[in-house]
Structure formats: structure tokens, C-alpha cells
């Protein structure tokens, strides 16, 4: 199996330590045909980008970039992030609709838009590890959350599922059949399980393998998803940024 692209990266415009042209150094030097870059939402404390707007600096940047470098692909993205029980996001449609990619994820450290939010999604997944009895109120809240995020936006990837952040991953994987967005196999964090991806794969899900590198050392480090992939037996057609094999470049138009 060959990854071609890894679509889930940070640069100094988020919490990332390189720049975008530094990523996307790193990621030729990979071989990797494209990327993309998709900054934290403006609403993750301390790592956010300042404001949605920046997205399209940031998109800008790339296109100036792109023309210097044709023989790698980069994409304008977002990790948006989840800041209300509604599935709303912190980069509004106006702003998403202009990028190449919208990647969602759960996050604990974000500013909520109410106070119910804060109580039920952003303080609860912290009580949850003093209290056992919150564990399942939280799942369920969790899982509604993203659920709703998906059915509410165009969402390409939905980012490390379940880090951090408790869901029903059964429940998680039917939505993203249902909206055709990709399951995301989070080689960063490495914290993924086969039984987990035999689950979920069970229930139809296209996936995507994505370093989420904050370094340039992390970009295409990928071999722990292409193992845990290969094990399950997903066909390298269900995961959209994957080949056979290594093949001369036709087509970098965009995969989704």
C-alpha cells in the first residue's frame, strides 16, 4: 500500500513549529504527492490561529507557494473545532466554503459559545476522570456533538476520533457513512487500536491516514496507520489517500 498525500498538518500559523513552505519541504523530501494544512479554529485555546480570517491568508500563502513547487499539491484546510452541544463550529461556512478541505475534530481546551456548553462539553470531559458515573453522559454528549457537526457541515475528515475525547465510535462511523466523510487513522498520536479500526470498518467507513504533524520530522510519518489498516484488511480502495502502489503522478486534483 502507498500513501500518496497526508491531509492533516500544522504550521506556525496554529501550534506547528515550521512554516508552511518548511512543511511542504519536508513533505517533497517524503516523496508525497500532496497536503494540507489545516491550522486549529480560533476558538482552541492558546493554539488557535487568530481569527477565521486568517484562513485565508493562509490560502493565499499557499497559492503563491504552489507555483514554485508543481510537483507537490498543497491544500488550503481547517481543524475546526466543536464549540457547541449543536455541532456548531468555530470557522463559519463563509470562511470554509473559500478552502480546499474542512477537517472537524473534538478538542477540550476551547472557548464555548455558552454556558451550557462549558458545563456539559467543556468541564464535564474534565470531571469525567474523577467521576466514573459522567463517563457515559459525556460519551453521549461527545458523540451527539460531532454527530450533529457532521450532518450540519461539509466535512471532509473527522480528526483523531475519540483522543482525549470519549465517543461512540460505532455511532461516529455510521455518520460519517451517511455524510461520506473520511475516518481519520491518526498516526501522531498513535494511540488507535486494531480492534477499534476493525469496528469501524465493519460498518463502511472510507478512511484516511494522517500524520497530524507539528514538525517537519512528523510529515509522512505514516507507517503505524498503513500497518494497523493492512491488519484489519481494509481494501486500499476505502482509503481515499491510498494506491496499491507507488505510481508515476497523473492526477493531483482534489481527492475528495
Known sequence: MYIFA??????????????????AEAARKKGLEGITIADHGPRNIGVGIKSAETLLEIKEEIKALDQELPDLKVYAG????IVDLEGGIDVPKSIYQELDMLL?????????????????YVAMNKLQYCFSSARQKVITTNTKTLVEALHKHDVDIVTHPGLGMPLDLAE?????????????????????TLEEIK??????????????AHFTTS????????????????PV?????????KQVKTDLNYPF
Not at 500544522?10 to 512543511?23: K, N, V
Not at 481547517?78 to 473545532?81: F, G, N, P
Not at 472537524?104 to 456539559?120: E, F, I, Q, S
Open 6 to 23: 497526508d491531509y492533516h498538518m500544522h504550521s506556525t500559523y496554529s501550534d506547528g513549529r515550521a512554516t508552511i513552505r518548511e512543511m
Open 78 to 81: 481547517v481543524e475546526a473545532d
Open 104 to 120: 472537524v475534530g473534538l478538542h477540550p481546551h476551547v472557548w464555548p459559545k455558552d454556558l451550557k456548553t462549558a458545563w456539559n
Open 172 to 192: 461516529v462511523a455510521r455518520a460519517c457513512v451517511a455524510t461520506e466523510t473520511a475516518y481519520e487513522v491518526n498516526t501522531g498520536h498513535g494511540y488507535q
Open 199 to 212: 469496528e469501524v470498518a465493519r460498518l463502511g467507513v472510507d478512511f484516511v491516514v494522517n500524520s497530524d
Open 219 to 234: 510529515v509522512g510519518k505514516l507507517e503505524i496507520g498503513i500497518e494497523l489498516l493492512e491488519k484489519a484488511q481494509v
Open 237 to 245: 480502495e476505502r482509503i481515499r489517500n491510498a494506491r496499491p502502489h
